[in-house]
């Protein structure tokens, strides 16, 4: 498809493409909606979301995905991080954002989806600054209100510190400013609370993943192996391509590819810090996807590869709605 269409060129027709399959790929979860969230944030409570309609949720996660591509895609181009392939991330952006049916609806992952992006802006406004106090502390500002939405992304505090020391030499002043955002939202909330004699929200009791029991803790649902084994496959397969390619990069593209490649580490750290593990903690994981597959089918001169590996992503979309629709669903157990 990517190359029948010549996707990477013909960005008007990738970005028609997209949409549809954000629309269609979730046209099940206005019947079959997926298991609702662990609310584990303080603000994303507020939004009542479970006093919604079936219909509002999958509405509204359909929203949420595409303004999350095409915020995702503006920092790509806007930066030209992605040369001459602009038309490929909206397109890998809506496969892996679609990959499951637990996806679908609105969720404090996908809510907080939008800031983390923001965070990423902010880096990137930071390399090109030599004093970059303000870009540095509105990276922090973004990574900040996100784990207000989904306490778990509270990983992104250790992950935009690293990050920043990745994407150029920072200044103490930036490391400063950068902090200070990131602990803001947190302070501002918390006070907004107190002057109003709201009872604050607690987070809760964190939970944990024993890694020795952690195949028995994940549902048995077929489906989301398989998708979980498509998503590590393929993500290794364009890492592969990326460190093949690495240093024919401007500085920029390669420290914030480095920055997006180290990202998955800090999720898996994620995945207790919250009551009930879900697929939120996950939702990042379109970043590094959307670059690395992006990057990769370009690279794959034999059309019937190019084809086998589309195929098997399809495949394992229907596969996995299959699954979801007549058996299991994306849950997690904790361990005791």
């Known amino acids: 498809m990517v190359q029948l269409l010549n996707l990477h060129k013909n960005k008007h027709v990738s970005v028609l493409i997209s949409v549809l399959l954000v629309i269609v790929l979730r046209a099940g979860n206005f019947f079959y909606p997926a298991e609702k969230s662990n609310a584990d944030g303080v603000l994303y ?76 802006w902010g880096l990137l406004n930071n390399f090109g600054e030599k004093r970059g106090q303000y870009s540095a502390f509105w990276a922090g500002l973004s990574f900040g209100f996100s784990a207000l939405l989904y306490f778990p992304y509270i990983v992104f505090i250790p992950f935009a510190i690293t990050s920043l020391s990745v994407m150029k030499p920072a200044t103490g002043r930036e490391y400063i400013a950068l902090v200070l955002g990131l602990v803001l939202p947190f302070g501002w909330t918390y006070s907004l609370f107190f002057l109003t004699d709201y009872p604050s929200p607690t987070i809760s009791k964190v939970g944990y993943a024993d890694l020795s029991m952690f195949a028995k803790g994940i549902s048995k649902s077929w489906g989301v192996w398989l998708s979980a084994f498509t998503i590590f496959g393929l993500m290794n397969l364009g890492l592969l391509n990326l460190v093949k390619t690495f240093n024919a990069n401007k500085i920029i593209v390669r420290r914030f590819f480095t920055v997006i490649i180290i990202l998955p580490a800090f999720l898996l750290a994620g995945i207790g810090l919250s009551s009930q593990p879900s697929p939120d903690i996950f939702w990042p994981l379109v970043f590094p996807f959307t670059i690395l597959l992006s990057r990769l089918f370009p690279e794959i001169k034999n059309p019937g590869l190019q084809k086998l590996l589309i195929g098997i992503l399809f495949i394992t979309m229907i596969l996995a709605r299959f699954d979801f629709y007549f058996g299991g669903s994306f849950t997690f157990k904790l361990v005791n």
């Open 45 to 120: 409570p507020f939004l009542h979301v479970g006093d919604w309609s079936v219909f509002v949720q999958t509405l509204a996660g359909i929203g949420l995905t595409l303004l999350n591509l095409f915020l995702f895609d503006f920092v790509l181009t806007r930066f030209n991080l992605m040369g001459n392939l602009s038309g490929l991330p909206v397109f890998f952006f809506a496969i892996i954002a679609s990959l499951h049916p637990s996806m679908g609806n609105i969720s404090p992952g996908l809510t907080a989806l939008p800031f983390i992006v923001l965070g990423f």
